[in-house]
């Protein structure tokens, strides 16, 4: 690679080079008719093309985001989880859908040959500009099912999101501390936040390194936009961390940070704002936003995004959130990618790191959600000069306490719950809806504000009521008790109108419901006219009563039950008055 003789001449000067030299494997992925084509653009395996679609349907994407997101947290779970499930089929879809053929060879012949060389990575680069409807799929994810692991989860693999633009980035001379400017954005009339608490929570995750002097802490006093310019114009900041909320504008199709105003109200800042405050800020490398939506795009313009945004304005690195984040995970991610920036690491293996650290307090699904923008070619944001002394001298970490009982009773507890929610997930998914209430219910009863139980609660005594009326319906059809089958199936309807076929069940309830008044309860006619009236209704009703297979069968059964000759012999019974 071309930087390798200058990483040894800044060596040879006392500069810090990362531990891992890597080469590209870029990957560029276009729209191709109704599919999309895989280009590998460079790589040491060679090049190669291919086309593909998408093996999966957007609402099975869907819904396996969806299952993945029901708990975001970091307690321990079960191997085989539902959560980690729904990522492997994922990823394996979205690796076997690109990485085949011509890309697939390329692919292992790069990691072939890295492998014969020690301390070389493979940096996957992946290149959206021409598909970016596909910016929103979660490729942190790729799994390869013939070794079974996640690319992104190791520094010889990182997964980046390149964005090739003019402008050369070059990594910046840097000594000690890392200097980060904190944006803790709450203003009044959203989900608030704790600020101190925030503020606190951070400190916690950083005190090694800022006790080791190799990162220092500068918080705006106000989220604004004038606080942010005031403090850049005065200050010299190598990092900024924002934690608050993020949103996409659908009408401007393009992302957005809360901000406050001076009254302390939200503030909506798009990137175009963002992007002037800082583009003149020449020292920023690093933007790292703790918000929802931070990393998603727009499906028509590669740049509307806030992170591809930002990278736009001059930063060389962003990294954002696709998917909502524990507090814990993303304290976790801070402090090991900034522990990883002030060893010299580049920031495609410093995010793989801090990947590792999340999934090694048994967090099986969080890893994936930090998502790298760069524009830099080679990932290095600084070179650190080694001989300048710190600022301050490390302290000796105080020795933790020893746990009180009433901690380890805590912990005995925390340990119940999750068992408690992690049964209590399995049964929601097989819609086994009474053990899943019971053991919602057992978590409000131990702890009212744990998770979101106390919400799933309600969420689950719904299902069960709605499927209880459903199958009530449904078995007073089958039994032709029409009038009960209409109570149970419009009680339903007017609760949830979508749920399954209630909606046509209860047509079929209200039509049968209302039979002529010479019909009997076996069926058979009464009056002298009974035959032109069986007749006639017998059209009309066979004409409208096709709507499902249940209806027909009903139908049928009951038009063999009248032509029956024990049916036309209580009929003649009836009209002669015997």
Known sequence: MPRFAHDDIMAAKGWAVSFLRYLDFELKIAKSGDGYSAYVLRSP?????????????????????????????????RLRSPEMEAARELGASL?????????????????????????????????????????????????DGTNERFLA?????????????????????????????????????????????????????????????KVRLTYLPQATPRALQRALSIGTYHVIHYIGHGGFDKATDEGVLVLEDEEGKPYIADSQLLGTLIYDHRSLRLVVLNACEGARNSRSDP????????????????????FEITDRAALTFADELYACLARGLPIDAAVSEARK????????????????????????LFQLDLAAPL????????????????????????RQLDQLYDEALNQYFLERWSEARRCFRDIVELRADYENAAAMLQEVEQKARLT??????????????W??????????????????????????????????????????????????????????????????????DCWNRRRKRLRRPDARLSSKRATSGR
């Not at 299952?67 to 307690?75: N, S, W």
């Not at 740049?303 to 696709?322: C, E, F, I, N, R």
């Not at 306490?401 to 005995?412: A, C, G, I």
């Open 95 to 143: 690796f076997k859908s690109v990485f085949d053929e011509g890309v697939r060879d390329c692919l292992r012949s790069s990691l072939e040959h890295i492998n014969e060389r020690p301390g070389t990575g493979l940096r996957i680069k992946l290149r959206l500009d021409d598909a970016p409807e596909l910016g929103d799929l979660p490729w942190e994810l790729l799994y």
């Open 303 to 322: 740049y509307a995004g806030m992170a591809t945004a930002l990278v736009k304005q001059s930063v060389p690195a962003v990294v954002a959130m696709q």
């Open 357 to 380: 650290a999340i999934y090694s307090q048994r967090n099986e699904i969080e890893w994936g959600t930090p998502v790298l923008y760069t524009r830099s070619d080679d990932g290095a």
């Open 391 to 414: 600022p301050e001298q490390p302290l000796q970490p105080e020795p933790e306490p020893e746990p009180q009982p009433q901690t380890r009773l805590e912990d005995n507890l925390d």
């Open 153 to 213: 989860k190791s520094h010889h693999t990182p997964i980046v999101r390149y964005l090739e633009l003019s402008e050369c980035i070059r990594p910046l001379p840097l000594a000690l501390p890392l200097e980060i400017l904190v944006m803790i954005s709450a203003p009044d009339g959203v989900a608030t936040l704790d600020v101190e608490g925030e503020k606190a929570h951070l400190e916690q995750a950083l005190g090694s390194l800022r006790r080791a002097g």
């Open 483 to 552: 009038q009960k089958a209409h109570q149970a199936l419009a009680a339903l309807v007017a609760e949830q109108a979508d749920f399954r076929d209630a909606a046509t069940l209860l047509a079929t309830a209200r039509q049968s419901s209302v039979w002529p008044s010479c019909m009997g309860k076996r069926g058979g006619c009464t009056g002298a006219k009974n035959g032109r009236q069986w007749s006639r209704y017998s059209h009309k009703s066979k004409q409208s009563i096709r709507a499902t297979p249940m209806a027909k």
């Open 468 to 481: 209880e009326l459903y199958e009530q319906g449904v078995a007073h059809i089958q039994a032709e008790e």
């Open 45 to 77: 395996g060679g090049e190669a093309s291919r086309t593909f679609t998408l093996p999966l349907s957007n609402d099975r994407i869907e819904l396996l985001i969806t299952r993945m997101g029901q708990r975001r947290r970091f307690e321990a779970r």
